[in-house]
């Protein structure tokens, strides 16, 4: 799953490589609200899932390990 995810930010952001560990990609300005929309949309296609308006927040999309946690919850 979090080759996936790295695939996709890539995708959204190539000019940052995002399998460098990094604690918060919103505050290192690697992602910023376009980004977020962006990347849920990717996800919710990739995953075959829809993410909830309520965990859209920036702290489920800190890192790899925050994003990765979220999809856990709606892939069964």
Same mark, same amino acid.
């Given at each position: 799953?979090?080759?996936?995810?790295?695939?996709?930010?890539?995708?959204?952001?190539?000019?940052?490589?995002?399998?460098?560990? *990094? #604690?918060?990609?919103? $505050?290192?300005?690697?992602?910023?609200?376009?980004?977020?929309?962006? /990347?849920?949309?990717?996800?919710?296609?990739?995953?075959?899932?829809?993410?909830?308006? *309520? #965990?859209?927040?920036? $702290?489920?999309?800190?890192?790899?390990?925050?994003?990765?946690?979220? /999809?856990?919850?709606?892939?069964?």
């Amino acid at each position: 799953m979090n080759n996936k995810i790295i695939s996709i930010l890539n995708d959204i952001r190539p000019e940052f490589d995002f399998n460098e560990p *990094v #604690d918060n990609f919103i $505050e290192a300005g690697m992602l910023d609200s376009f980004d977020l929309v962006t /990347l849920v949309t990717s996800l919710d296609e990739t995953f075959n899932i829809s993410i909830d308006g *309520v #965990d859209i927040l920036p $702290e489920n999309f800190s890192n790899i390990d925050s994003i990765s946690n979220l /999809l856990s919850k709606y892939i069964k």
